[in-house]
């Protein structure tokens, strides 16, 4: 049945007026790619905009309009959209060939850096994806520890293969997700995220878990965000207990500090996967860790050991232009503050954002850490100054609930208004966001919200 409040929506309207060659790519996509998209984050309802060009902080969409980017490449462009170095590195790569079948040197550079860059890194194996990486984490960790499960947390995203699907965005229960099978879904030993007591319960109960993998400073980015002593306690029940730690920092990996979450918490899993910025805004991702653990992919080791190493093919691990294109943001952002000068803007960014909200009695509020902000829609109504919010004190399901209408119109209201974030109204900055972006943005968010008001979406100020 269609919903009134989006068929009678005047932002969805001026969303259409705005958006007519990507309304005409959007229908042509609807008979070629399922929903028309190639990426479930990106399905919006009508139509997502077609981008045609970027540049730093901004990009371009076929109808000419301009936003400023706070999708960031789904978190890779810590650097911005074609950072000179990092496109000259691309550019030479890509005249030199683009797949030697062989061995080159820019993966042997790419690797040191990561080991230079990373605390827990002895040992990578590049692959192509993050969710490449997450997969051969958890087989390490099985054939290092000969045990099945792996404890994940509700909310906390680890790519899209089997063992990762159920507790992300549904099935709480741990029921397996359509085209799962039950028996893989029932290895995943499910917890509520930052629950030290439920943690230590799970840990008493199970003797066969082989890993605990979690997104360091929670899920989507720390849009559920827990405590630091939180992975402090999980860093310590694991050790006690022959349980390897995974961090999953393929978001957090070279963003949150040079060394990641793990560089910036001081604390050490024995394997870290790692993507998106890794690779400079290319496809590619690496796990990495413990020289005895990634020995499991060792041809010597194996041999000596008589055991059967893990197989690990993969035509693009490490493909030449992904290792040019990383190995120039790693040596960019080892050397320069770009994680810092990202983490402060973001900082200043919601702090404005919920300025905004105050002056226009707007009972929601901008949160996050490091270079990222999600809003919280208050779906419950409560009484919450916008500044002084903290989602610690809410419960993981209320921040992850919320209106869907609303947020989607928030979100075509923001797009009308020259502002891209994401479905769930979260960005990350890049360290090209700057006074003029931040300018433009606060601007565009009183706008949106007014144009809310406007369709009695929002209290009358
Ligand atoms: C925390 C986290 N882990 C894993 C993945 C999967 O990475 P990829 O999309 O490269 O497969 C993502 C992707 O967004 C992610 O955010």
């Known amino acids: 049945m269609p919903d009134n409040r ?6 969805i309207a001026a969303y259409r007026e705005r958006t007519p060659r990507s309304a005409e790519l959007a229908k042509e996509a609807q008979a070629l790619l399922p929903s ?26 076929v109808d000419g309009n301009e936003y400023v980017d706070y999708y960031g490449g789904h978190g890779a462009l810590l650097l911005g959209h074609n950072h000179p170095r990092v496109l000259a590195a691309m550019q030479a790569a890509l005249a030199q060939g683009t797949h030697f079948g062989a061995n080159h040197p820019n993966e042997v550079r790419w690797a040191e850096l990561v080991t230079r860059l ?4 002895e040992r990578v194996r590049f692959t192509s994806s993050g969710t490449e990486a997450t997969l051969m984490a958890l087989r390490l960790a099985r054939a290092f520890t000969g045990k099945p499960k792996i404890l994940r947390f509700f909310t906390h995203f680890h790519g899209w293969h089997d063992h990762m699907t159920a507790g992300h965005a549904s099935h709480f229960d741990g029921t397996p997700t359509t085209g799962v099978l039950a028996e893989i879904a029932a290895n995943a030993v499910l917890l509520p995220p930052g629950d030290v007591a439920a943690l230590r319960a799970a840990l008493a109960q199970h003797d066969d878990i082989a890993a605990a993998i979690l997104e360091p400073t929670g899920s989507s980015f720390g849009a559920v965000p827990h405590r630091r002593d939180f ?50 805004g290319l496809p590619g991702g690496a796990v990495c860790g413990r020289k005895d653990i990634l020995d499991e992919l060792d041809f010597a080791v194996a041999a000596m050991k008589g055991r059967e190493k893990i197989a690990h ?24 503050d770009a994680c810092r000068q990202a983490n402060a803007r973001a900082a200043e960014l919601r702090a404005r954002l919920n300025e905004v909200l105050a002056e226009e009695r707007v009972p929601w509020a901008v949160y996050g850490s ?7 829609l208050n779906p419950q109504g409560r009484a919450i100054a916008p500044e002084g919010f903290d989602p610690l004190g809410l419960d993981w399901r209320e921040l992850i609930s919320g209106s869907k209408p609303l947020a989607q119109k928030f979100r075509l209201a923001l797009l009308v208004n020259g502002v891209d974030v994401n479905g769930r109204l979260s960005g990350f900055l890049s360290a090209t966001h700057g006074t003029a972006e931040l300018d433009a943005t606060v601007a565009a968010f009183r706008a949106a919200l007014a144009m809310l008001r406007a369709e009695g979406e929002l209290p009358r100020a």
């Open 118 to 121: 990373v605390p827990s890194a």
């Open 313 to 336: 093919p993969g035509t693009y691990n490490a493909n030449p232009v992904s290792a040019a294109a990383g190995r120039a943001a790693l040596e960019i952002v080892g050397a320069s």
């Open 370 to 376: 490091f270079s990222g902000f999600h809003t919280f």
């Open 231 to 280: 992975v402090e306690a999980l860093r310590e029940e694991t050790a006690k207990r022959g349980i390897l730690l995974v961090f999953d920092e393929v978001v957090t990996g070279f963003r949150v500090s040079p060394g990641g979450a793990q560089g910036e918490f001081g604390v050490t899993p024995d394997l870290t996967a790692l993507a998106k910025i890794l690779a400079g």
């Open 36 to 61: 028309g998209i190639s990426h479930d984050g990106r399905f919006t309802d009508p139509y997502g905009i077609y981008v045609e060009r970027a540049a730093g902080p901004r990009k371009w969409d």
């Open 6 to 11: 989006l068929s009678n929506s005047t932002i």
